[in-house]
């Protein structure tokens, strides 16, 4: 067995050069915050072979003394925290003293500063971990470090690294999310001589726009809150807008990209109803925190945290991006149905075929007993609008179209499926069964806080049930109840249903029981009350909402439009599909080459 030895430091800074300087986006990023911290204001990145053969990052910070520059290619030396206190208290993105002397290590650097009240720079080069002596060189104040040949003298670690094309899409997306933390200070990134980025310091929305795209800051929603000693602004997509790609999730703690599983279950929880399956969150997010509540020195990359208060950063972040995606219909921009959708000209003949009932406005009165499952009969839509009159001639119905009712007032329904409105714009179709699910959603997660209220049935409604299904029944008698139902065991295979949520009087009372119990065999009535609440609710609703095929009144279907912009959350079903699209009368004229 050989005995223990101590590490040559050259050795050292090879082995955490492996850790902290992976590939030539880990280099970027740890000189570029560098230069950060120097208080810089504008910042030059120039890359050649994806970064393997050049990384030269010049800055116009404060620069650094003479008689600091072998210090700063050091390992473990640093002006950024000097006790143990400090680390406590975090404000700067690096601190750990190392990465310079990494980079060195493995690559032939050269450190050329200028400190503000110095008449000229000083340069150190190092080759491969060797350190030259400090010469006299010309620049402006401010630092350039220049690395050339990263790996050259591991070549066992260069192979590992990908082409330049893949090389230097990791270090573009490294210097989008720097861009992105720090939207005060001009960036520029160049890549073989083609410049790439030429960004000016314009704050964050004119940031957003130059690195996500113009459409990410119109389809987002805007997030603005705070309480002492925490806030988070920037934007988040809405739902409608939605793609299945994870690419352009940021989030920024104190200036700094984060991964952190806390604020990652925090966003997807903020989604969780109003998002389909298959698509994926998009945001752009600043949080800022006491830097004592936060603790980056969790791994030498820097891009882990750990927050004291986990549980209250999770709430903080969920609420407030819940609150920025609750529009109502009333409150969301139309989602164009021929931007999202591509809508063809063959969409338009079926909106005059026969499976369309068009019928005047108020022209004929509610069938005795058809009353919308959304509890809002003729009544309630008279006393909001006053009654109509039939139109007086017979090409088409006379519509009021102010901007208090941006659905506009229904036409007709498409084979009992969708409902037909005109609104100032164009044309708004709207799938009925996924809009009254979500409107039955909302009110159900509000009666929840409560206790449902019931609708006792006339006639009970039996029904076959497995022993498991009675003995479920009996033992959760109190939260079904809590929840609006009342249930009994009429033998051991056989339940009676006595009443059910009057939000819910329209549903088929054996469907909705036989769901309600099925959760709580799978999740226990602790978790149906507490994690898996808005899952029963939501499947509560989806099973109460007026089916497909179910005809409606006119007067039905307004009231449906109505509510739809009076609930939050109204663009999206429970399961994340949306309930509504617009078609402009330009997407109309287009289809129909009107004007060409």
């Not at 002397?101 to 000083?122: C, E, F, G, N, Q």
């Not at 007067?555 to 399961?575: D, F, I, K, S, V």
């Amino acid at each position: 067995m050989r005995s223990i030895r101590l590490l040559a430091d050259h050795l050292i800074n090879q082995i955490a050069a492996g850790e902290v300087v992976e590939r030539p986006a880990a280099a970027v990023k740890e000189i570029v915050e560098n230069s950060l911290d120097a208080g810089a204001r504008t910042i030059d990145v120039d890359l050649a072979a994806g970064g393997i053969k050049l990384i030269r990052v010049a800055d116009d910070g404060d620069g650094i003394e003479r008689e600091d520059l072998v210090l700063a290619i050091s390992r473990h030396a640093t002006s950024k925290i000097a006790t143990p206190a400090d680390l406590e208290a975090i404000a700067t993105l690096g601190f750990r003293g190392e990465a310079l002397a990494s980079i060195a290590a493995v690559s032939r650097l050269s450190l050329t500063s200028r400190s503000r009240d110095k008449p000229h720079a000083w340069r150190i080069e190092v080759d491969g971990g060797e350190v030259g002596v400090p010469q006299p060189a010309a620049l402006a104040v401010g630092t350039t470090v220049t690395v050339q040949e990263l790996y050259f003298n591991t070549p066992a670690r260069r192979k590992f690294l990908r082409t330049d094309a893949t090389e230097y899409g990791h270090c573009e997306e490294t210097f989008r999310r720097i861009a992105l933390s720090h939207p005060d200070v001009a960036f520029t990134l160049s890549h073989n001589g083609n410049v790439r980025y030429r960004l000016l310091g314009a704050g964050r929305r004119a940031r957003v726009d130059a690195l996500l795209s113009d459409s990410f800051g119109a389809q987002a929603a805007a997030v603005d809150v705070a309480v002492p000693g925490l806030s988070l602004a920037g934007w988040a997509v809405r739902p409608a807008y939605a793609t299945a790609a994870r690419d352009a999730q940021y989030v920024f703690v104190n200036g700094r990209f984060v991964r952190d599983r806390v604020l990652a279950h925090a966003l997807r929880e903020a989604y969780h109803d109003i998002l389909h399956s298959d698509r994926q969150p998009a945001y752009a997010l600043w949080l800022t925190i006491e830097p004592r509540q936060v603790d980056v020195n969790v791994h030498p990359t820097k891009i882990e945290v750990r927050f004291r208060e986990s549980g209250a950063v999770h709430q903080f972040v969920r609420h407030a991006v819940e609150k920025a995606l609750a529009m109502t219909a009333a409150e969301q921009p139309a989602v164009s149905a021929a931007e999202r959708l591509g809508v063809a000209a063959a969409l338009m003949p079926p909106l005059m075929a026969s499976g369309a009932t068009r019928a005047p406005f108020a022209s004929t009165p509610l069938q005795a007993g058809m009353t919308f499952a959304a509890a809002e009969p003729a009544a309630f839509y008279a006393r909001l609008f006053g009654e109509r009159a039939p139109a007086p001639r017979d090409d088409g119905p006379d519509l009021p179209n102010d901007d208090e009712h941006p659905l506009g007032f229904a036409l007709a329904q498409l084979h009992g499926i969708y409902v037909l409105a005109q609104n100032r714009d164009g044309l708004v179709l709207i799938d009925m069964h996924a809009a009254h699910e979500r409107i039955l959603y909302e009110r159900l997660k509000i009666a929840l806080d409560q206790a449902l209220p019931m609708q006792p049935l006339l006639v009970p409604v039996t029904f076959a049930a497995d022993p498991l299904d009675v003995a479920t029944a009996d033992e959760n008698s109190g939260v079904l109840a809590s929840l609006g139902f009342s249930l009994s065991a009429l033998g051991p295979s056989t339940l009676a249903v006595r009443g059910i949520p009057a939000l819910l009087r329209d549903a088929d009372a054996v469907v909705l029981a036989r769901a309600v119990l099925a959760d709580l065999r799978e999740y226990g009535a602790s978790r149906v009350l507490t994690a898996q609440r808005d899952e029963l609710l939501s499947t509560m609703a989806c099973h109460g909402a007026v089916r497909a095929h179910r005809s409606l009144t006119v007067p039905e279907m307004n009231a449906l439009l109505r509510e739809m912009e009076a609930t939050e959350r109204a663009g999206q079903c429970n399961h994340g599909r949306p309930t509504w699209y617009q078609l402009s009368l330009a997407d109309l004229d287009r289809l129909f080459m009107r004007g060409r």
